[in-house]
């Protein structure tokens, strides 16, 4: 069993940036891939980026290439995801999972999920 928690979402203006950390428990942990996925209001659960077991591969949906790094720091069971150049459509709840494979960007293949960070980017 692994239990994850997201943190370090909140309110920023248009162009801002947001570092979110996922802090992991679960010895296993260092075993998935996990992905950072986001959520908002009236809509499904959408794939941004994933990093693999080791952080030596990574994986972003096109919406986050060129604006989101995800990295991982295995000493600490943490796996982040520095968003800069935030707009509005970034606006949401952001989730990570644990998985078996980086490359997997359906959320139905993902084991666990933490409780979620707000997002907010004002206009």
């Known amino acids: 069993q692994v239990q994850l928690a997201e943190s370090g979402g909140g309110l920023v203006p248009a162009g801002g940036s947001l570092r979110l950390s996922c802090v992991a428990s679960?010895?296993?942990?260092?075993?998935?891939?996990v992905g950072w996925f986001r959520q908002a209001p009236g809509k499904e659960r959408e794939f941004v980026s994933a990093?693999?077991?080791?952080?030596?591969?990574?994986n972003y949906a096109d919406s986050a290439k060129g604006r989101f790094t995800i990295t991982r720091d295995n000493t600490k069971n943490t796996v982040y995801l520095q968003m800069n150049s935030l707009q509005p459509v970034d606006t949401a709840v952001y989730y990570c999972?644990?998985?078996?494979?980086?490359?997997?960007?359906?959320?139905?293949?993902?084991?666990?999920w933490g409780q979620g960070t707000q997002v907010t980017v004002s206009s």
């Open positions: 999972g644990c998985s078996g494979n980086y490359n997997y960007r359906d959320p139905g293949w993902y084991d666990y």
């Open positions: 679960g010895r296993t942990f260092r075993s998935y891939a």
């Open positions: 990093i693999n077991w080791s952080g030596g591969s990574t």
